[in-house]
T-cell receptor
Framework: KQEVTQIPAALSVPEGENLVLNCSFT??????LQWFRQDPGKGLTSLLL?????REQTSGRLNASLDKSSGRSTLYIAASQPGDSATYLC???????????FGKGTRLSVIA | GAGVSQTPSNKVTEKGKYVELRCDPI?????LYWYRQSLGQGPEFLIY????????DSGLPNDRFFAVRPEGSVSTLKIQRTERGDSAVYLC????????????FGEGSRLTVL
């Protein structure tokens, strides 16, 4: 059974810092990995989708990497801003018909 | 529509009552998913539809939970004899097809069972 772990559970940084969020998964036979953002009381917003054949994806100040063999992904946020404060969730989709499996998320606070 | 729409956004009910939660996916998306999210946790899978049929309902916690998608678009999650432990945010997501990968989520329906 796939398990997804996100470390740290919470992170507080001053504005302008670069930061890295970590995601690990136990079954490396994944189809893709997706990073989401969730604001308090809101739904999930898709940030980046990395296919299993890809090593990284970039969108603006966000960069996500994938290392299937080690079962890890990182989300890099450059020049953090207070508006980046949210919970960031990592989810993996295994090959076959298994559903998207989520981690518990990392709650990020960027202090002005 | 422009995005996944869920109604109601909030529902408060009493223990033992019946509840229906509705999801309207993005137009043209054939795959639809229901997830449940408790406070401080990641979303947990409940059920997945491909078209009108439930392709995978392995995440439904018990037989009090049921979902339908009769015309392959709007879906309704039905919960009978609600219990306090059913309190959570119920999230719906859709994707173009099963293997397109990228899921788009609605804002969720927050259910509180008193």
């Amino acid at each position: 059974k796939q398990e997804v772990t996100q470390i740290p559970a919470a992170l507080s940084v001053p504005e302008g810092e670069n930061l890295v969020l970590n995601c690990s998964f136990t079954d490396s036979a994944i189809y893709n990995l997706q990073w989401f953002r969730q604001d308090p009381g809101k739904g999930l917003t898709s940030l980046l989708l990395i296919q299993s054949s890809q090593r990284e994806q970039t969108s603006g100040r966000l960069n996500a990497s994938l290392d299937k063999s080690s079962g890890r992904s990182t989300l890099y946020i450059a020049a953090s801003q207070p508006g980046d404060s949210a919970t960031y969730l990592c989810a993996v989709w295994n090959s076959g018909n298994t559903p998207l499996v989520f981690g518990k998320g990392t709650r990020l606070s960027v202090i002005a | 529509g422009a995005g996944v729409s869920q109604t109601p956004s909030n529902k408060v009910t009493e223990k033992g009552k019946y509840v229906e939660l509705r999801c309207d996916p993005i137009s043209g998306h054939t795959a639809l998913y229901w997830y449940r999210q408790s406070l401080g946790q990641g979303p947990e899978f409940l059920i997945y539809f491909q078209g009108t049929g439930a392709a995978d309902d392995s995440g439904l916690p018990n037989d009090r939970f049921f979902a339908v998608r009769p015309e392959g678009s709007v879906s309704t999650l039905k919960i009978q004899r609600t219990e306090r432990g059913d309190s959570a945010v119920y999230l719906c997501a859709s994707s173009k097809r099963r293997d397109s990968g990228e899921l788009f989520f609605g804002e969720g329906s927050r259910l509180t069972v008193l």
